[in-house]
Structures are given as C-alpha cells and as structure tokens.
C-alpha cells in the first residue's frame, strides 16, 4: 500500500512538471496532502493518537484544503493569468524531471543503509529537487511559492523516515511548513498583491548591480 | 527556570510591549530596558560559563564570543536606531515597529549562538528571518518589498535545506542508539556516525547557513537585504548576523571535522569560499551603491573566514578572531553611512564627492574603516588576514594563496577607487552644497570606538580573548 500511495506521489511529480494551468497545479498540491495523509496514517505506527490527529490536521486541512484554497484566493483577487508560464518547453520539463527521479535512484543505491526504505528515500527527494526546478523555471511569483509548497511535501516526506524514532522531529517540520506557509503567503496576500499588480518576477527585477 | 530562559522571557515580553505601544517616552525606556537586560545577560554568561541547568542552551566558548560581540555592537545599534528614528517622516507605528523586530533580532541571534541543541539554533534561525524582514520592509514601498520577498524566500529555502540536513544527521545518528540531537551528544557519537548520510547532512546544513553567513550559493538575498533595510539594522545584518550563520555552520564542522569525510567537508567549503571571494571581487568593481558594496566586502572576509578554517593549524585561531574584527569594522561603516545618506540624500557614489568638506569626523570614519576593512595596517584584520595566509602557505596551498591574493589585490583597488571618489574627487554639477545639513561629529563616536577596539583587539589581543577563541577551536584536529 505504502508503495501505490508513494508511486502515485512520483506520478504528480512528472504531472507537475508538464502542467501549464495554474490550477491544474493546485489539484496537484491538494492530492499530493491527501497522499501524505495516507502515507503518514500507514508509516506512523507508533506516534500517540494526539500526534496523530496533530498530523492529520496538518495534511488533510492544511495542505490538502487551506493553502490551495488561499492560493486559489490570491489567484482570483489580483487577476493574475491561469497559465504558469514556464521558461522552458514542458517536454524539456519532463525530461529533467525525469532526469531528477533517476538520479534520486542512483543517489540511493549509494547509501549502505539497510534500515532505510528506499523507495521514501527516493520519492522524498526527486520531490525536493522537482520543487526546487518548479522554483526555478517557473516565470510567475505564484508559482514560486507553489513550487516551495512541493518542497515541504518532500521533506514531509523524509521526515516519516525518521517520525517513529524522533517524533519531535517531525513536528518540527510540521511546525516550519505552517510557519513558512502562512508567513510567505501572508506576505503574498497583503503586500505583493497590492503594491505589485501582474506578480511577476520581470517586476522583482529592480534590485540589482 | 534557567537564567536563559529568563532572558529570553522578559526580552520577548519588552519586544510585544514596544510592538504595541504608541508613546515615544515609553518606547525609549523599553529599549533602555532591553539594552541593559542585554548587557546583565552578558555580563551575568560571561562570570558563569558552561552553567549547567540549561536545557537546551550553553555558554560554551564561541557562544559567548559571538555574544559578546553581538553585545557590543547591539547599543551603538539602538542609539544610530534612535537617530534614525528622529526623522520627522516615522510615524509612532513604524517606530514601534522597528523597535520590536531590533529586539527580537537581537535576542534571537543571542540565543542561536548560545543553543546547545540543532533544533533550536534552527528555531532561532527562523526567529531572525522573520525579525529581519520587517527590518528590511521598514520604508514599505515598492523596492523594500522585493527586497523583503527575495529574502524571506530565499530564507525560507534555506530553513528547509538545514531541516533536511538535520534529518539526514538523525538518520545518521541511528546506528549509535541515541536520538539526542545536541551538540555535545553529536561530539560524543562523531565517530559512530553514519559517513554517507552525514556528507548529506553536511552538505545540506552547510548550503543552508550560507544564507545567513553570505557565501556562495545563497548570498544574494543578504545583499538586497542589507540595501534596503534601514542601516542601523544593515549593520547587524553584515555583522553579527553573518556570525550567527558561521556558529551554525562551525558547529556542523566541528562533528565532521571528527570523522573520516572531513577532507571531503573541506573540499566543499573551500569551493564556497573562493567562489564567494571571486564574486565579491567581481561586483565590488562594478557595484556602484555604498551599501550594496559594503555588502560585498563582508561576503569577501566571510569567505576568507571559512579558508581559514579550512587550513587549519593557526587558521583556526585566525579565522575566528577575523570574524570578531570584521564585525566590529563593517558595522561602524554601515553606521556611518546615514550620515553619508544626509549630506548627498542618495547612496549612489557617483552622487558624491568632496566628503571631508561636509563632515569632516564622518569622513574620517570612511576613510580609516576603508583601510581597516581591506586589512592596512595598522589594522587588526592585517593580524587575523595575515595568518589565515600562513596557515594557507603552511597547507602547502599555493595556488589557492596565489588567487585569493590576486582577488584580493583587485577587492583593494576597486573599494578604494569608490571611497577616494566619494571623499576626495569633485561632486556632480547638480550637487547644491547650501543645502547640505551639518551633523554633530558626536554622532561618529561610536564608530571610532568600534575601529579603534578592532585595532587594540588584532594587535595586542587580552589574554582572556586568545584563550577563549583557543578554547571555541580545541576540538578541531591539528
């Protein structure tokens, strides 16, 4: 079961990648909570129930409908186009992510770990790096903090490795992705949306040498 | 409760009551308040070091370095605040503001440097960012706001590439038994330690800081930081801010430096660090902003700060004492700079010229804390510069002394051209010189007194200095 919910998360990634709608990219983030919920429920077997719920609150509420609501929010509010206007060509996209996914690969038959499940290992982070590439090539400052958002699904998921040991840990990083969400969208909703009209990164240019 | 946590409780109680309050007699005390409660905390770590009791906090040797430095720099910061804050354009509610997210700023790097556990440096971590960018945004136009989004983006990538690397360094830690993250566990268990996991660890942690610290790959949003908030708050910023970042950094080292992948470790930081010299080498030639330049200049000595470390042998040492100098010389540049901001009203340095005429005392400052920056004698960065040199000549790496010297020949040239302009070469036409407001040479007090230490502490360092920075390097192998 572990590995249908984790093969389905890799899937959204190449989705991800070749997604030219913005809101194709909020279904993606919606459903990639859902299967970290489903992920977390399975992997955690030994985190009291408070914690439990703590966690369900964090994937299912949080990630999976109040950030896409509230990104969805911003979207409408200051009119910003549905297209995410990549700088690269999707195909190149999807080769590179693609490209991502098979590095993590190699990266893991490296590590001489036998307590380690790989393929978490793996699926975290081709998550990471795809949000990183998202980052990168995406034109719009919207897209950005969407691509953050599948950087913190990433290391949601690297924190289920460790989540039965150091359960402290993962709350942490629970803690980080509210913390870091509401903190940059906020910034996103009360700032960026009134002083800068089209949000893109060609009007975050002014600051240079 | 812990003495820390005393601290901590009362200086996050004054920054919610200077958040809320209007009254300008009111604010002034609080932020009285806050600077004797910094300097009680200080005095108080300094007579009782390593005191047991603390949970999560210890005053180890390079703790209370780093907090003595923040401590000294901290009240020539809130008295140039003061004088910032006197312009008629501050409303009482960007003042209360500013004065908020300078305590919180003050008292969370504090406390990152103090922490005894990774988690919580990473917490405090956070606590800057978020102090930070409500500095940056002080003047809340358009500008600010880039800057602020840029930084706290980028910080916020950087939060989460030093929580994954503590996630790898726990995976690393799981064959020795123990889940304890703290520093003295982590010394404890080094050579237990999972190598291929902690490269990771390493790696990640490592990239992570280099926001803070301002070294390649991440500096770029400390620089647009450092320009847009207002330059009491830059000079935290290039200063102890960047310590902060180095104390996050060297205390990953100091575990890795105890295993067999420190070599790789070095190889990594010495990459940083010369690209970092390379890129301050390239944008001081051409960067025509003051601040924005000063900003390079700290990214130069922080790469020059990892070398050293990388070297080893006497590096250690020197690397250590450069951070505590550089701190001290950049921060009263960044202080003298509103004064340069009055007189031109614009820190373009082409906009400037003839700087002694119009305030004599200032442009000493600029003059002195330029040759003390680019390490002339008589300065104490020569001393600290001199012999992560040594230590470099001693490793048998000449080719890397040969580039560093050649780029830091370059960084000599291109700071002075823009100074010797700015104080000594003809304004533009437009310039209009009646209107040039005189500023009290009192004002430049505090940046005598900040180069002068810096001289006194390179050259004839106390005794009390050497063997605490002695002590902060004794882990580090030979």
């Known amino acids: 079961m572990v590995h249908v919910l984790l093969i389905l998360f890799t899937i959204t990634l190449l989705y991800l990648s070749i997604a030219s709608r913005l809101l194709t990219y909020l279904k993606i983030l919606a459903f990639q909570g859902v299967l970290l919920f489903g992920l977390a429920f399975i992997e955690l077997r030994e985190v009291s129930t408070l914690n439990l719920v703590f966690i369900l609150l964090e994937t299912i509420i949080f990630k999976a409908l109040a950030v896409p609501i509230f990104i969805n929010y911003i979207i409408r509010r200051n009119h910003i186009t549905r297209e995410s206007e990549p700088f690269l060509p999707n195909f190149v996209s999807l080769i590179v992510v693609t490209g991502i996914i098979l590095t993590a690969i190699m ?8 307590l380690l499940e790989k393929s978490t290992f793996i699926v975290a982070l081709s998550t990471v790096f795809t949000g990183m590439y998202i980052i990168a090539t995406r034109k719009k400052v919207i897209t950005h903090v969407m691509g953050y958002m599948v950087l913190e699904n990433g290391v949601f998921i690297l924190s289920l490795a460790v989540g039965n040991e150091m359960p402290m840990l993962l709350n942490l990083g629970i803690m980080l992705d509210i913390f870091a969400s509401v903190f940059i969208l906020g910034i996103f909703v009360n700032k960026i949306g009134d002083v800068l009209k089209g949000v893109d990164v060609d009007q975050l240019k002014n600051l240079k040498d | 409760m ?30 009285v308040c806050f600077t004797l409660l910094q300097v009680g905390f200080t005095v108080y770590s300094f ?14 040797a390079l703790g209370l370095l780093m907090l003595g430095v923040l401590t000294i720099i901290s009240i020539p910061a809130v008295i140039h605040s003061e004088i910032y804050l006197s312009n008629p354009r501050e409303t009482n509610r960007t003042r209360a503001i500013y004065c908020a997210a300078l305590i919180l700023l003050i008292t969370a790097m504090g406390a990152a440097c103090l922490s005894s556990h990774i988690a919580v440096t990473w917490i405090f971590v956070e ?5 930070a960018s409500a500095l940056i945004y002080h003047h809340r136009n358009e500008r600010s706001l880039e800057g602020t989004w840029k930084y706290v983006f980028l910080c ?47 790696l990640f942690i490592f990239t992570g800081f280099t926001a803070k610290m301002g ?4 500096y770029t949003a400390g620089i647009d930081a450092k ?31 105890q295993t067999s992948i420190l070599p790789w470790a070095n190889t990594v930081m010495v990459i940083s660090a010369i690209l970092s010299i390379f890129v301050a080498t390239v944008y001081m030639m051409r960067v025509t902003n003051f601040k924005r330049m000063l900003g390079y200049s700290s990214i130069e000595h922080m790469g020059l700060v990892i070398l050293g470390l990388t070297a080893g042998g006497v590096g250690y040492y020197a690397a250590i004492l450069h951070l505590v100098l550089h701190s001290f010389v950049k921060s009263s540049l960044f202080f003298q700079f509103n004064q340069v901001y009055q007189t031109y009203q614009s820190k373009s340095l082409p906009d400037t010229g003839f700087y002694f005429r119009y305030n004599l005392a200032g442009a000493l400052v600029v003059l002195t804390g330029y040759f003390f920056a680019t390490a002339i004698p008589p300065s104490g960065l020569f001393v600290s510069e001199w012999m992560i040199f040594r230590a470099l000549f001693e490793g048998h790496h000449l080719l890397l002394l040969l580039v560093v010297m050649i780029l830091l020949t370059t960084i000599i040239w291109a700071f002075g051209r823009s100074i010797f302009a700015m104080l000594f070469a003809a304004p533009p036409q437009e310039f209009d010189a009646s209107r040039v407001v005189r500023i009290h040479p009192l004002h430049s007090l505090s940046q ?23 002590e902060a390097v004794q882990s580090l192998p030979l």
Not at chain 2, 4 to 28: C, K, V, W
Not at chain 2, 47 to 60: M, N, Q, T
Not at chain 2, 215 to 218: A, D, F, G, R, S
Not at chain 2, 237 to 257: C, K, Q
């Open chain 2, 215 to 218: 070294l390649v790959p991440m």
């Open chain 2, 156 to 202: 916020a990538i950087s939060v989460t590439f030093i929580f994954i690397g503590i996630l790898f360094l726990s995976l690393a830690l799981r064959q020795t038994g123990t889940t304890d993250l703290s520093y003295e566990q982590l010394m404890l268990h080094a050579s237990a330690l999972d190598p291929s996991w902690l490269k990771l660890a390493f």
């Open chain 1, 107 to 114: 990266m893991s038959h490296s590590v001489q770990d036998e």
């Open chain 2, 47 to 60: 007579l009782h070091p390593g005191a047991s009791g603390e949970a999560f906090f210890r005053a180890d």
């Open chain 2, 127 to 131: 606590l800057t960012t978020l102090s």
């Open chain 2, 448 to 470: 005598y007194l900040l180069l002068a230490l810096s001289v006194v502490l390179g050259l004839f360092p106390p005794d009390s200095l050497v063997a605490l920075i002695q």
């Open chain 2, 2 to 31: 812990s003495m820390t946590g005393i601290y901590l409780s009362i200086a996050i109680a004054l920054g919610g009551a200077l958040f809320l309050n209007r009254n300008q007699a009111i604010r002034r005390l609080l932020v």
């Open chain 2, 227 to 257: 320009d847009k908030a207002p330059a009491p708050a830059g000079a935290l910023f290039s200063s102890v801010l960047m310590n902060m970042g180095f104390v996050g950094i060297f205390r990953i080292y100091e575990v890795t430096a």
